[in-house]
């Protein structure tokens, strides 16, 4: 089995993606926190960092099958996520110590590592224009502090929401206004607009994963 070393610098997009034929991955846990860290800083206290593995044919979120810490004789395995997120804790003694931190993912598949920024909770049922209007300036200040100093000048806007949820799942969003969007392999995009000021969407079911919307972005 190939493992495969991931070096995580200059993250300044939503997502971020390194191809690789291997099921076996590995970091230095010093580079994961220096993203991580971000999740601790204030401005953005509904949203956050997160890690996941993407199948690089379906787009879909790969399982993480297993993935564990280890330095020497020391092993610590991570705790699984029923949204298959790579949970790793912020910890300034472990940032110091620096373990390895391996992952495995279906020998079947091919995944590309993938960094998002994502909402920390799910959403579901009546969602309002406030809600969400909320969570987009705390996006784009994520974004920003991940791109570094001069990242206001190149970051995309955040205009809305892209809302993911399983992949089979069928259906609408349907906003107070009459107006509607379909889902398309589990996910639709949300403009704060299409809601309209003091209006609400009502969600089809629960959604896995919040991330921005930048129709900006090329």
Known sequence: MKVVKLALLGFAAATF?????????????????????????????????????????SKT???????????EEHYEELPASPINELVVP??????????????HTPQDKRCDFSMV?????????????????RLLPQMQVMLEDLGGMFASWFTPDVEGI??????DMEGVISYSNG???????????????DIGVGGYMT??????RILPYLPGAK
């Open 17 to 57: 993606a390194v191809p690789t034929l291997a099921q076996e991955y590995m970091f230095t846990y010093s580079k994961l926190f220096s993203q991580m860290k971000n999740n601790a800083k204030e401005g953005h206290e509904d949203v956050k960092v997160g890690f996941f593995f993407v199948d690089a044919d």
């Open 61 to 71: 979120l790969c399982p993480i099958e297993k993935a564990w810490m280890e330095k």
């Open 90 to 103: 912020l910890d300034n003694n472990l940032k110091s110590a620096n373990p390895l931190v391996f992952v």
């Open 117 to 133: 920024v994502m909402t920390t909770e799910p959403m579901s049922g009546k969602v309002t224009y406030a809600e969400v209007e």
């Open 162 to 167: 892209t809302l993911e949820f399983a992949p």
């Open 179 to 193: 107006d509607s969007v379909a889902l398309e392999n589990g996910k639709a995009q949300v403009r704060l607009s």
């Open 203 to 208: 969600l089809p079911g629960e959604t896995i």
